[in-house]
């Protein structure tokens, strides 16, 4: 009963998220100086009977608050409206790079796990030694690496020098658009392993210093029953709201990847249509990304009682 | 039609760190300038290829907008749709025009121009073409709901009719010599009635794709990562039957991967190399750097008559503070030259050389010259007045064109305030009077779509839409306006070369320099004509095996 009613709860909490979102996403633009018209012609003379229907054709005519309720109408349809720079569907467009970036984040994200925790975890078992230390100094070096930077490191050592990899497009097939892929996801993974990896380590080594660990240890369990049941089980809290964050963060930062790697991702896309006014496309990403945002999050508080039951019961357990 | 160079809009994010990848790739930013100026030369054509090919590669600097001619406006645009789309007339590499889709053209009354339909032509779905599909192309570009960036060819068009088998006639509305002159470039695409009926809206983006006559046909559009067109094999043209059974643009906005990629050779060629790049792709053994003809000059445009740049004297006495050898120098590398006015020689085609003299030679010179720039000013009562200079970050040569006017300015006792927007914005100067306000100047660098110099100079009539500045010569108004209505070019270019010496006298904008077309061409091909006729003749055809 109180998990259905936590999941009802989170629903609506999850909703009423993305209705202010919209809001937001949409009014936002009447923020930005500069008319999306004078943008689609680009510096051309125009016709002036063109002008006033090429607006009409967008809907740019209308009041506001009448635009939104038409996007959000068409919105709730599947239906995006159409792109000013593309003259296609923004669905069309959109759905056209995704594929690119959600591999891109699927790699980076387990690169992400694989490399942060097992970081982590081997240094916070470790605490103190050499071997702590150095993970440590690794993580906060490479924390500095910014993603455009690590991309034209990469490039330039591991496409331009040795050849080993593609230094541009997103390859034709699965296993193509993979080779074309690490690169990128390397370098978008960097900072999101620190990030992962720190955590880790605090949160275990605060766990392995709780009574509870000592006493199963003096209980005589062995020392990898304990690490597993004891310390890693109560440190996933903190990793799991860290991942929440960080698939708003991947999809946020791969834009600077796609960009220095020419994907046709939707990061890219993103840029592109910011700069160039395309407001329709730009409302459907940052709409996506936002979705994305909340969903995880809200999967995440859902499935953390069950991976950690403390949560659940409240905090006195211990 | 005015164009306006739009192609520089590069990811200002990865720029930041170019220091770096350059230091590792072990590029030749860090080594010291050379003194000696850049030698080069226009090439007009290279060897002919030894055999066909199957496929090569391009590298763009920017992924097309649309490949729908209404729109197709731009290098990104163009330099694909030049292969795919043909039009009545054919602008040639050496600017000259001749017959295309239209076999021939007459010109029976001074409002009428009638188009001869070339037999036996057919479309990329095997259909031919008919009067029918002219009628409705051209018709295409007067419809207010497609918007299209060509009207202005069209302005004066009263009707298009069919009027035999294979005969269309347009009717104009007076005299217009220019329509005619438009017909080589996008304004002149014939699609496929038929395509253009079936597609609708989705024509000409990367779905909906176009149907034309070209040696090449569309064959797939891989949004925001490539075009690959394919060889049409019952093409009309022997002449121009495509050498390679494939052509692969490929859209690489970062300009350091595209330079590193012909470098490597991963990508047989491109247009348009960025200055910084030609010396280091010059003594690259992966292929050619060679330079074409352009019709592109670099100007400052001036945006503001009523501010002090409204006094001549003013305008006079920046341009000649401007130090604009060293300015070829630092935005183009030396790749470059100097010019007093706003066409190159190379419009000027079917002119006098009276014409060309007077448009040419007989000129006023603004040579570097501080004293006397600074003694105008004093004279025009302008000194410490504050001038507003708007750039963006768009490439490299842009900041040098902005600091070179602040120097030039304030060396002579201007002020001025640089203002740096978004590239977006800076597009916005050029179509919004909005986005102007305050503005004195900015930047452009201005190509002609046709085979004359009086596209140049229709665009600064009094009340032009490019006409940014609002300058206003009712002598020179009426220059440019009979000129439109003289048919013959040598007589039309005698009045041009008038109303190119009135633009020279009054600076309406300050015309600084003009450079060469660029082009990288790599090892494994040739057979392609450097020229800037690549955003409208199908260069891409005559590519082959080296």
Known sequence: ?318 | MPSRRGHRRVATIVAAGLGVALVLTGCSASEPEKTTPAEWELTTSTAAPSGDIDSFTWASYAEPYSLDYAYAFDYADNQVLANVCESLMRLNPDFSLSPGLAESVTHPTPETWVYEIRDGVTFHDGTPLTAADVVASMSRILDPAVGSSWYSVYQNVVSIEQTGDLQVTVTMNGPDSQFNLGMGGSAGVIESAATLAEKGADYGNSTGGVNCTGPFSFKEWKSGESVTLERYDDYWDPELKARSGEVKFLFMNDANARVNALKSGDVDGGWMIPADAVPQLRTSDQGDMLFGLNTAVSNIVISNMEGPLGDLRVRQALLMALDREGIVDAALKGYGDVTDVMTTKSVWVGASDDALNAAFDDITDYDYDIEAAKKLVEEAGATGAELTYVTAPISSDFNVYAQATAAAATAIGLKVKIETVTPNAYTALFSDPSAREGVDLFYTSWYLSSPDPLEMYSVLRTGDFSNYGNWSDPEFDAIVNEAATIQDPAERSAKTAEAQQIANAQLPWLPMLEAPTTLFMGKRITGVTPSVAFLYFPWAATIGAR
């Open chain 1, 1 to 318: 009963m109180t998990t259905f009613r936590r999941v009802v709860g989170k629903l609506g909490a999850l909703l009423l998220t993305l209705f202010l979102a919209s809001l937001l996403v949409f009014f936002s633009r009447f923020l930005v100086p500069g008319d999306p018209v004078a943008f689609l012609l680009r510096g051309r003379k125009p016709s002036p009977e063109a002008v006033a229907l090429v607006t009409a054709q967008y809907g740019l005519d209308l009041p506001p608050w009448q635009q939104y309720l038409n996007w959000l109408a068409g919105v709730l349809h599947g239906d995006f409206g159409r792109s000013l720079q593309y003259r296609q569907d923004v669905t069309q467009v959109i759905g056209d790079r995704l594929p690119v970036t959600l591999m891109l984040v699927i790699m980076a994200g387990t690169m992400i796990a694989v490399v942060g925790l097992t970081a982590g975890i081997v240094a916070s078992l470790n605490r103190g030694k050499v071997l702590d230390r150095s993970v440590l100094i690794g993580l906060t070096v490479l924390g500095a690496i910014p993603s455009f930077v690590g991309s034209i490191v990469l490039i330039a050592i591991f496409a331009v020098q040795l050849g080993w990899f593609p230094s541009f497009g997103s390859g034709e097939g699965f296993f193509d658009q993979v080779y074309h892929l690490v690169l990128p996801s390397i370098a978008l993974a960097i900072v999101f392993v620190v990030l992962v990896g720190k955590v880790t380590r605090s949160s275990m080594v605060e766990q392995l210093g709780r009574e509870h660990v000592e006493v199963a240890t003096s209980r005589g369990l062995k020392r990898g029953t304990v690490i597993r049941r004891h310390v890693f089980r109560n440190s996933i809290g903190p990793i799991l709201t860290v991942s929440g964050v960080l698939v708003a963060g991947l999809l946020v930062a791969s834009s600077i990847v796609e960009a220095a790697f020419g994907l046709a991702g939707i990061g890219s896309l993103l840029v592109q249509s910011v700069d160039r006014l395309d407001f329709p496309v730009v409302q459907a990403i940052v709409l996506l990304v936002v979705t994305a945002f909340v969903v995880v999050n809200a999967v995440i508080d859902v499935l953390e009682p069950w991976v950690d039951p403390r949560s659940a019961a409240g905090a006195g357990a211990r």
